[in-house]
Nanobody, 115 residues
């Protein structure tokens, strides 16, 4: 069964770091497009970072220099390392992957940046 499951969210102070992980099953780890999105309260969901063809990485402007997306081949997961977090990064973060012409989503993990 194709599934995605995020973990690693939580409450962090401004300037802190979090590492989100997206566990995969059902073969979706071999997707040619995996991505992290986020959705803040009252706002549209937006892309944070993507990996295309398992190696080409792209980031939203707000993520460049602070966030890093990566694949963990040993654990069939992909991760989002987030550094220098600011309150505006507060959102629910979702992992997503394209597989057999369908886009799959995890359930989301809450990230709150607050002092």
């Amino acid at each position: 069964q194709v599934q995605l499951a995020e973990s690693g969210g939580g409450l962090v102070q401004p300037g802190g770091s979090l590492r989100l992980s997206c566990a995969t099953s059902g073969g979706i780890f071999n997707s040619n497009r995996v991505a992290w999105y986020r959705q803040a309260t009252g706002k549209q969901r937006e892309v944070v970072a993507t990996i295309i063809n398992r190696r080409n990485k792209d980031y939203a402007d707000f993520a460049k220099g602070r966030f890093t997306i990566s694949r963990d081949n040993a654990n069939n997961s992909f991760n989002l390392q987030m550094n220098n977090l600011i309150p505006e990064d507060t959102a629910v973060y979702y992992c997503s992957a394209l597989w057999n012409w369908q886009t799959y989503w995890g359930q989301g993990t809450q990230v709150t940046v607050s002092s």
